[in-house]
């Protein structure tokens, strides 16, 4: 029993913004889906829901036990990745069919966003890394499953509030961007890439929010939908944009050492594969596929590059517990 302490000291260290690692396993999942590669997506589904068990166990325990430690980690900005990746999977698991599960996952990430969002806005303060961006990100993962199961299920009213969250995520943003310590572009861990991750997942829920529509639900006019699609094309590119100076600044300074936060830059690289191979489909773009069907890949690699430095801080912890 002695031997298994190691393992938990390096499990109780782990950070808030672990959960970034959910959220990129997933959506790397979902571009897999969408670019054809099912086995390898569905190995990325289960490694995801592994990773989200682990954690979500974590959670709970902490709450029950360390009521102290819980308050103080769900003040920041990290703690919203629980309601980020929760909505990932459910968006996956309902592209698999299975709508009753990605509905429980839907109404579990709908009653932690609240109480999460309002405590890590109160502490919000200036000069704050890419993590400020969370609350976009969080809204917009309810606004994309909303959106995606709007469609499966023909439920007019879940897109109708889905539209509503898509609006709110982009305030989100707004409000965000004042906050952001643009310092960060060039010296930030990883996670300086939810800038342009927010816009992505937003691009992906406005392209979700058009795929709902049909004859059967209705559920936007003619005005509305040529908003709704102006607005998506617009996310996108700007995403892009954010894509290309973040590059640049990683390039110009490297940052090559691990950090839990470089989960936070897969991330973005998944969403920005996911949002174009979506807004390709949705808005009639028939171009976009290709070159989002070439990011879906450089989101695996970039996955499989953090995964490999993840693995190798946590050896010793392992070697010590076996």
Known sequence: MSGISPLRVWWAQREPAAGAAVMATGIVSVALHLAGAEILSRVMLVLACAAWIGLAADFVARLALDRRRWVTEARTPGALTAVAATTVLGTRFSLLGRQTLAEALLALSTVLWPPLLVLVVRHWKERMPGAVFLGCVATQGLTVLGAVLAAALTTAWLAHLSLVLFWLGLAFYGLAVPRF??????????????????????????AKLLAADSARLYLWNDDDRGVLRTVTVALLVLDLAWCVVLLAAEVARPRLRYDVRRWATVFPLGMTATATLSVAAAVGIPWLSRPGRVLVWVALLAWLAVAAGAAGVARPALRKAL
């Open 181 to 206: 310590d643009w310092r960060q572009v060039a010296e930030g861990p990883g996670d300086q890439w939810i800038a342009g991750g927010a816009l992505a997942i937003s691009a992906l829920a406005g």
